[in-house]
């Protein structure tokens, strides 16, 4: 009887110990920095740069296959949303192989300036792009979201799509973005989120935690590019609290919507 008794409560014990464990787990998690290869005296900004240097060759084919294709159309959402009237001058931030840079042209400004810190990224575009005959309209050049080169009130419109997840600091790239933004200007965030409800939380856990690190590893031969990515996404501060960064930084009507029952948000905001 003692001993029935005794087990209950170790086992009682055993749940309230696992539950505070899995509770300190994902408060540190939350306030960590994740960077990609965790290298000591290298910055998360560096190894970034470093990580999509690697990737750059294998990144377009794998962001289309591991998406299934759907990140195209989760990029014509972002432009749709926009509603941008007219816009003349836009600045894709985080351009990479320029893929939003291409998509802005639906908005048929009279430039598009793309910019990133990886130089690799940025080549595979600049092929992309001299292919298409498009040099006049699209300009992809090294630059930094915290630091842009750019003069204040210059562009009508901003994108930046899997980017801000990678910033080094998000607050100062997004209040540079908002410094070169004309007033009235529009900014468009697209970026991964965390599904809540079940199953696509589930699914989407196994496929993002377990699927795509490995076809991801197998492709790039870089070990640790695709098993940073669900790391990142689970420390950012997606939904609601990615708005009130937007609202503390400076941005005005601010909107954001769900995409593909939460796995992916667009977030907009105004100058
Ligand atoms: C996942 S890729 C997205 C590329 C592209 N926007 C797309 O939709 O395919 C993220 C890009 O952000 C770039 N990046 C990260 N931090 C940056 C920063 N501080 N300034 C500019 N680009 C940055 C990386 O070099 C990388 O090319």
Redesign the pocket.
């Known amino acids: 009887m003692a001993n029935e008794h005794s087990d209950k409560y170790s086992g009682l014990i055993d749940i309230i110990i696992d539950h505070i464990d899995y509770h300190l787990k994902s408060k540190s998690l939350a306030k960590q920095v994740i960077t990609p290869y965790g290298k000591t005296g290298s910055s998360k ?1 560096q190894e ?2 470093e990580m ?1 240097d690697n990737i750059a060759a294998n ?1 377009d084919f794998l ?1 289309h296959f591991l998406s299934l294709g759907i ?1 195209k159309i989760w ?1 014509r959402k972002a432009i749709k949303m926009l509603n941008a009237k007219d816009p003349k001058m836009i600045l ?9 840079a291409l998509q802005a042209l639906e908005m048929n400004p009279d430039k598009i300036v793309g ?4 130089k690799e ?1 940025l080549e595979v575009g600049k092929q992309k792009i001299k292919k298409k005959g498009l040099e006049n309209k699209i300009e992809l050049m090294l ?4 630091n842009l080169q750019f003069e204040n009130d210059t562009f009508d419109v901003v994108t ?4 801000v997840r ?3 600091n998000v607050e100062k ?1 997004l209040s540079e973005i908002l410094r070169v933004l004309k007033p009235g200007g529009k900014l468009a965030v ?1 970026e991964f989120s965390k599904p809540t409800k079940f199953p696509v939380k589930q699914v989407f856990n196994l496929y993002f935690k377990y699927v795509l690190p490995f076809f991801g590893r197998l492709v790039s031969k870089d070990n640790r590019a695709y098993s940073y990515l669900p790391e990142s996404v689970q420390v950012f501060p997606d939904g609601v609290n990615f708005t009130n960064i937007l609202e503390k930084t400076g941005f005005k009507n601010t909107q954001w919507k769900l995409l593909s029952f939460g796995i992916s948000s667009i977030y907009i905001g105004q100058k």
Not at 160 to 163: C, L, M, P
């Open positions: 900004k970034v740069a999509f990144y962001n990140d990029r894709d931030v985080a351009t990479g192989t320029g893929d939003f910019v990133d810190i990886s990224m630059g930094d979201s915290e930046v799509a899997y980017g990678n910033f080094e790239g697209l």
